[in-house]
T-cell receptor
């Protein structure tokens, strides 16, 4: 059973381009969370999705950021028209059921650098 | 707004020392508190606590939750250089919210 898979591991984008970050949850997991981490800081919640539904997007910036978790395929975090301040590590976590009955398992993260 | 506060922000100790990391929280519809260890990559799960006063233990690490005072502590005894990491506390309410973490550095 593979763990949570994120790709790419490293992504470099020029200002104004689009960034697409992918997260394949563990097999059997239907709950996905996205977090952002700046250097020397903790994980900041962005969005919580269940298959085909956004449950909580209170941590997502109102513009340029979107997330989806389709019935088939990975969850996608999309950042349009990237700016330097979007440079960060983006982590995805998955769980088989909603909290609190289980912990969330993390992927290795995608490090986005905007140049 | 849900809030998780960890202290201290960073800590430097010598091998063999005992450390206590703190996590306090304010969250709607509290369900559980989780501790993770992060070493330059994905956080790895340590403990999940749901009940007050019951200590969870794994080797040199232990943790306890106080739901009345809304905090948890993570203890590490006989620290080793391999314990150097960021320790993250997360609280599960309507979503999983993380604190900023405590950076622990263990010097040999």
């Amino acid at each position: 059973n593979a763990g949570v898979m994120q790709n790419p591991r490293h992504l470099v984008r020029r200002r104004g381009q689009e960034a697409r970050l992918r997260c394949s949850p563990m097999k059997g997991h239907s709950h996905v969370y996205w977090y952002r981490q700046l250097p020397e800081e903790g994980l900041k919640f962005m969005v919580y999705l269940q298959k085909e539904n956004i449950i909580d997007e209170s941590g997502m910036p109102k513009e340029r950021f979107s997330a989806e978790f389709p019935k088939e395929g990975p969850s996608i975090l999309r950042i349009q028209q990237v700016v330097r301040g979007d440079s960060a590590a983006y982590f995805c976590a998955s769980s088989p059921v909603a909290p609190p009955n289980t912990e969330a398992f993390f992927g290795q993260g995608t490090r986005l650098t905007v140049v | 707004e849900d809030k998780v506060v960890q202290s201290p922000l960073s800590l430097v100790v010598h091998e063999g020392d005992t450390v206590t990391l703190n996590c306090s929280y304010e969250v709607t519809n509290f369900r559980s508190l989780l501790w993770y260890k992060q070493e330059k990559k994905a956080p790895t799960f340590l403990f999940m606590l749901t009940s007050s006063g019951i200590e969870k233990k794994s080797g040199r690490l232990s943790s306890i939750l106080d739901k009345k005072e809304l905090f948890s502590i993570l203890n590490i005894t006989a620290t080793q250089t391999g314990d150097s990491a960021v320790y993250l506390c997360a609280v599960s309410g309507n979503k999983l919210v993380f604190g900023a973490g405590t950076i622990l550095r263990v010097k040999s």
